[in-house]
């Protein structure tokens, strides 16, 4: 593609964990597609991982070029590090590009990196901000920014009645304000989201208008989203980018192709899906009673545990497992979730994960752990309908007794027809959104068009 065919130049700047590189991976795939030169700027770490056709991917620095996070191993000493550093070598890359045939028009940025936004004011350029949370979760934490809603949450103060927003129990809460002592760091980056959100050309969120309109709306006097999701590769929606079957991202080996041969074998909507995403970690004993309903349940099961958190299996169960199911340490997830003979998603809820289920129409079992998880698990329960969350015990374990009964909910039986019915409904809703006319693709188009009228530098 010769240079006077790009309609702008957007840099597209992640958080480097994989689920937030995945989302904005895949928009500037969005945007390519439409004649966009798409640049993802990522750090020196993480830039490795990259390897999507027609993106430009360059690196930048968080100050830890060799280990990323694990490196700084304080949440709060690395933002602060990101932020000096990420400021510094993003405006070395914009520079890069501003006598070029391309020059970069706008910067995407992921909320968690407001300053990246001050990087694009400074170069005289436009700055658009992109939300991975969904609208709903966004919209409890803006108002705690806005001090319309006080800190701390108790069970006492709840259920919370917002705007837009069924009403939410303590339990449906994100870990951040109901512990808030607990994760300080963490919330404060939440809340940083906003800081500078009034100043953004666009605000982005990768949700739908069908899935989260209402709630957007409720919150559109404090910021105004254009809801562009869901960010999933076109294969499993709109198939309208060639070859679009995985984000072309991966911060592990992935072994799909195993798990498929494996899936192959296995009847149409019978097997099990569990997965924990990239950042949750499971103690030895809710390990044990995953394996323990599985194991009394009898269904098949295909279960992703990273390399790390392998040692935490029971020692009986690895030697079942080789007949009624597989462990592995990380695969494709859309593929497996595609796959006919996947039935059920155990799913922390992450909104990647929980976006990607509704989008392929796989009712699912919310196991939430922490953050966002818990709202998330309530809209997939009580609000869409496509799956039922999984209640813990006294101790916070969800016992294999309860594991076995959701299975049966959302696999056997009356219920599971009306959440199969309900998932399928949602699937084709996410097509829609995405698909040529639909509400998030003419949002997308919005933004390419105002790129194209871009004829000078803004002041």
Request: hydrophobic share 40%; with cysteine.
């Amino acid at each position: 593609m010769e240079n006077k065919q790009f309609k702008g130049h957007v840099i597209v700047l992640p958080y480097p964990s994989q689920g937030h590189i995945n989302p904005l991976l895949q928009f500037a795939k969005r945007l390519a597609s439409k004649g966009v030169k798409a640049t993802l700027a990522t750090t020196r770490y993480t830039v490795g991982s990259i390897c999507a056709p027609r993106i430009g991917v360059e690196a930048i620095s968080d100050g830890f070029d060799e280990g990323g996070f694990s490196q700084a191993g304080n949440v709060e000493f690395y933002l602060k590090s990101f932020r000096e550093q990420g400021s510094r070598t993003l405006s070395r890359l914009i520079n890069k590009f501003k006598h070029t045939a391309t020059p970069v028009t706008c910067v995407v940025y992921d909320s968690f990196l407001p300053w990246a936004l001050d990087v694009a004011k400074q170069q005289g350029i436009y700055g658009a901000s992109f939300f991975t949370n969904s609208a709903s979760v966004c919209s409890i934490f803006s108002r705690i920014h806005h001090g319309r809603l006080s800190l701390p949450l108790t069970p006492e103060t709840t259920p919370l009645m917002l705007p837009g927003l069924p009403p939410l129990n303590f339990r449906d809460l994100p870990t951040f304000l109901r512990f808030p002592d607990s994760y300080p760091a963490y919330l404060a980056m939440k809340l940083s989201q906003f800081s500078n959100l009034n100043q953004a050309d666009w605000v982005f969120d990768n949700t739908f208008e069908d899935l989260e309109g209402k709630e957007a709306k409720g919150v559109s006097e404090l910021w105004q989203a254009k809801m562009i999701g869901p960010m999933v590769p076109s294969a499993y929606l709109d198939e309208r980018i060639k070859g679009d079957r995985g984000y072309g991202s991966s911060l592990w080996k992935p072994l799909s192709e195993e798990c498929m041969e494996w899936l192959e074998t296995k009847a149409s909507q019978s097997v099990v899906y569990i997965s924990f995403g990239s950042m949750v970690s499971l103690t030895e004993e809710e390990m044990e009673e995953i394996a323990g309903g599985l194991k009394e349940s009898d269904l098949h099961y295909l279960w992703i545990v990273r390399e790390s958190e392998q040692k935490k299996l029971p020692g009986w169960f690895l030697d079942l497992n080789k007949d009624k199911g597989m462990v592995v340490t990380w695969c494709n997830q859309l593929e497996m979730l595609s796959h006919p003979a996947v039935g059920c998603f155990v799913t922390h809820c992450g909104w990647n994960s929980t976006l990607e289920g509704l989008s392929l129409g796989v009712p699912m079992i919310g196991v939430p752990k922490w953050a966002d998880q818990l709202t998330d698990a309530k809209f997939v329960e009580e609000v869409w309908e496509i799956g039922v969350r999984a209640k813990e015990d006294g101790g916070g374990v969800v016992r294999k007794k309860e594991l076995i009964k959701c299975f049966k909910e959302v696999m056997e039986g009356e219920r599971s027809k009306e959440i199969k019915r309900n998932a399928n409904k949602w699937k084709e809703l996410a097509k829609k959104a995405i698909s040529e006319g639909g509400g998030s693709d003419e949002c997308i188009n919005d933004f390419v068009q105002h790129l194209i009228d871009i004829v000078k530098p803004i002041n």
